[in-house]
Structures are given as C-alpha cells and as structure tokens.
C-alpha cells in the first residue's frame, strides 16, 4: 500500500491536482533531484512549478494537459485518455 502511506491534503484550495501527482509521485518513488526541506528529497505541491506558475495554479488550478506536462516533467510517462 506505498500510495496511503504518500496520502497528503492540499495546501490550497485549487491545489487538488498538484497533491494528487505529488502523492503519486512519492508512491512511486521518484526522486525530485532537488531537496524540499533540509534533507529531505521529497515531491510537495510547492516542487511541481514546471509547467504553469504556482500563483496562477492558486487561482485557476490545473487541466489533465497541465496535469501531463507536470507529471512529463517529473520523470513520469503518463497517457492522457479521455473517456
């Protein structure tokens, strides 16, 4: 059960994507290649700022093609399939 163990509540209201991918991230264990506090080398909403800035993500959120490009950016292979 490595996803529980990751599980997370967002920061801010329009961060329900952001927390998402970085629980899902930390499940998988993937290294961010950079550290989040101290030590630590952990995904957190404030590390997934590669594809839309973090003030418009506070406002508006993310869309699965944001969504995609984040999880692109962080090592992952993901397919959008929309049903």
């Known amino acids: 059960f490595p996803l529980i163990q990751q599980f997370q509540t967002q920061n801010e209201p329009a961060y329900c994507g ?3 991918l970085s629980m899902a991230l930390n499940a998988l264990g993937v290294d961010p290649g950079r550290s989040w506090k101290g030590v630590w080398r952990w995904y957190d909403e404030s590390l997934l700022d590669c594809c839309k800035d ?3 993500v506070q406002t508006e959120g993310i869309d699965l ?3 995609v490009c984040l999880a692109t ?4 292979e993901p397919a ?3 049903a």
Do not use: Y
Request: hydrophobic residues 60%; aromatic residues 6%; proline residues 0%.
């Open 80 to 82: 959008a399939i929309r």
């Open 18 to 20: 952001l927390a998402t």
């Open 65 to 67: 093609e944001d969504f």
């Open 54 to 56: 973090l003030a418009a």
């Open 73 to 76: 950016c962080n090592a992952l």
